[in-house]
């Protein structure tokens, strides 16, 4: 399994700001994606990072929010714009392989003030 | 995204005892992931299943892919205090971009 570090850990921002969430593998990957957590919530898919062209977002979400990089296949970033305290979660990056299980950082927790 | 309806919501059981949670989906899925989460970390792999029918165990741990391909259940046998926390399970949709959709979660406290 892929090792997945998130930087930073944890955060709390003052609304209005944005804030940019790093996600580092420690081999290559193929697909790289980004999840939200609602506070005592499941994961709730953003989109995918595609390794050189745009990320791939879910219904609900959009690049002028959650712009995405993916610059090569062991690291991207997601950035969290114009911040509302709604946006306080858990953002939590994945990896998988084609086929074959995904594995996940520790997360990034988000707190807006 | 994909709905998958986890069940039951929350357990509390007396340490011993064993747990049985599952996942239904409104699509046929080509794989399905079981994961446990504990407080302040990301959601750790337990079990991974690619076929239908297949039955998987890993230590105490037992998963099933459903035969239609729109379910699986996760048991746990004996269960421990350690064995607290959320357990979600995931499912890939056949013919998409390889992405995993989660289940709703099943909180799971064991008594000791």
């Known amino acids: 399994s892929a090792v997945i570090s998130q930087k930073p850990s944890r955060d709390i921002c003052q609304r209005g700001t944005s804030l940019t969430i790093q996600c580092q593998v420690d081999?290559?990957?193929?697909?790289m994606f980004w999840y939200r957590q609602q506070p005592g919530q499941s994961l709730t898919l953003i989109a995918t990072a595609n390794q050189g062209s745009e990320a791939t977002y879910e219904s609900g979400f959009v690049i002028d929010k959650f712009p995405i990089s993916r610059p090569n296949l062991t690291f991207s970033t997601l950035t969290v714009s114009n911040m509302s305290p709604e946006d306080s979660s858990i953002y939590l990056c994945s990896t998988a392989r084609m086929n074959t299980e995904a594995f996940f950082g520790q997360g990034t927790r988000l707190t807006v003030v | 995204g994909q709905q998958l309806n986890q069940s039951p919501q929350s357990m509390f059981i007396q340490e011993g005892e064993d747990v049985s949670m599952n996942c239904t989906s409104s699509?046929?899925?080509?794989?399905w992931l079981w994961y446990k989460q504990d407080p302040g970390e990301g959601p750790v792999l337990l079990i991974a299943?690619?076929?239908?029918?297949e039955l998987t165990s890993n230590g105490r741990l037992t998963a099933q892919f459903g035969i239609t391909r729109k379910d699986s259940f996760l048991n746990i046998s004996a269960s421990i205090p350690s064995d607290v926390g959320i357990y979600f399970c995931?499912?890939?949709?056949?013919?998409?971009?390889?992405?995993?959709?989660f289940g709703t979660g099943t909180s799971l406290t064991v008594i000791p």
């Open positions: 081999s290559q990957v193929t697909m």
């Open positions: 995931a499912g890939r949709v056949s013919g998409t971009g390889n992405q995993f959709y």
């Open positions: 299943l690619y076929k239908a029918g």
């Open positions: 699509s046929i899925f080509n794989t």
